[in-house]
């Protein structure tokens, strides 16, 4: 059964004060992995798709990376604005669908 | 872009009545899905369209709830009789097929449902 698995629950960084989330899955085949952002009170907001093991993406502070096994959201020099829930999400390769099983999150907050 | 329209923001209503969610996806968008949110569930597919047709329902928790999507740019879950354990966040999200499987999904800022 696909499973997605995000640690820690919750994280507080100082200001500058840089680190990374994990998101563990099982999946009989990947078709993507996906990060979110979510702010109280709004919904997921799209940050990354990776597919395939080895890759990475870059926007502002937050790189993302993929292995078989993990993703990992990196975020260096955080800053108060980057406080949020940070969702990770696979697809599964099998069938022609669009199901996403989600994590259920890191909830991080940066103090100034 | 208005981006994706959820109708109401917050809803509370009594066990046993009926509840109607709305949803406007971004225009051009030909997937539309239907999410639950809860704290210790994380978010879960309820159902989803394509071209306006439900294509996938199996996350409909039970005959309780019902969606339609009239036509490309509405779209409604309903709930009747309501039940406490139904409380949640309701999100709708809209995608485009343009570019394959996975494009991202881009969600409203749900609807807070509290059934007393």
């Known amino acids: 059964e696909d499973q997605v698995t995000q640690s820690p629950e919750a994280l507080r960084l100082q200001e500058g004060e840089s680190s990374s989330l994990n998101c563990s899955y099982t999946v009989s085949g990947l078709r993507g992995l996906f990060w979110y952002r979510q702010d109280p009170g709004k919904g997921p907001e799209f940050l990354f798709t990776l597919y395939s093991a080895g890759e990475e993406k870059e926007k502002e502070r937050l790189k993302a990376t993929l292995t078989k096994k993990e993703s990992f959201l990196h975020i260096t020099a955080p800053k108060p604005e980057d406080s949020a829930t940070y969702l990770c999400?696979?697809?599964?390769?099998?069938?022609?669908?669009?199901?996403?099983?989600w994590g259920l999150g890191t909830s991080l907050g940066v103090n100034p | 872009d208005a981006g994706v329209i959820q109708s109401p923001r917050h809803e509370v209503t009594e066990m046993g009545q009926e509840v109607t969610l709305r949803c406007k996806p971004i225009s051009g968008h030909d997937y539309l899905f239907w999410y639950r949110q809860t704290m210790m569930r994380g978010l879960e597919l309820l159902i989803y369209f394509n071209n306006n047709v439900p294509i996938d329902d199996s996350g409909m928790p039970e005959d309780r709830f019902s969606a339609k999507m009239p036509n490309a740019s509405f779209s409604t879950l309903k709930i009747q009789p309501s039940e406490p354990r139904d409380s949640a966040v309701y999100f709708c999200a809209s995608s485009a097929t343009g570019t394959g499987l996975n494009s991202p999904l881009h969600f409203g800022n749900g609807t807070r449902l509290t059934v007393t």
């Open positions: 999400a696979v697809q599964d390769l099998a069938g022609n669908n669009r199901k996403l099983i």
